[in-house]
């Protein structure tokens, strides 16, 4: 797991106050695994299970990149009197450009960490070539294909 200060932070003079998270787990991809992502992270099952597809079985890990200090602000609200109702909870994940745009730059900074260093180019590590499905229509690699693979995966 490592902390980071985002460019935009940096201008801010908030270095010292890392706002970006990127995880590494050391997870294959499994039969299972995009229900199980999906269920735990929100994500469509169908659409990460067709984007994951080439991955199955083969030697792979995950790393996850997430807002130290999202500036949004979701809610929680009873659905109704009856206390056994689950309540509606709305994040309202990127629902401002100052998080996506952290977002995208630390996605290029956890393929950076990997395409890279020494440590990741000893066992070829590289992010995959697959493009995410619904991202088709911008170029790959570019803020604008970042910018849909977060809002897609989010």
């Not at 999906?38 to 079985?57: C, N, Q, S």
């Not at 056994?84 to 960490?113: F, Q, R, W």
Request: with cysteine.
């Amino acid at each position: 797991m490592g902390f980071f200060s985002s460019s935009l932070a940096k201008a801010r003079n908030e270095s010292k106050w890392p706002d970006t998270q990127i995880i590494l787990a050391g997870v294959s991809i499994g039969e299972n695994f995009a229900a199980d992502f999906a269920r735990g992270f929100g994500p469509d099952k169908d659409i990460l299970k067709t984007y994951y597809a080439h991955a199955v079985g083969k030697d792979s890990f995950l790393q996850i990149v997430s807002l130290g200090r999202p500036k949004a602000r979701g809610f929680i609200k009873l659905r109704s009197r009856d206390y056994k109702a689950p309540a509606i909870i709305d994040p309202s994940y990127l629902d401002n450009d100052h998080d996506i745009k952290i977002l995208i730059e630390g996605v290029k900074k956890a393929v950076e960490i990997v395409e890279e260093t020494k440590t990741f180019k000893k066992i070829n590590g590289r992010f995959t070539d697959e493009i995410f499905p619904g991202c088709e229509h911008t170029v790959f690699r570019s803020d604008a294909y970042w910018e849909c693979y977060v809002s897609l995966t989010c």
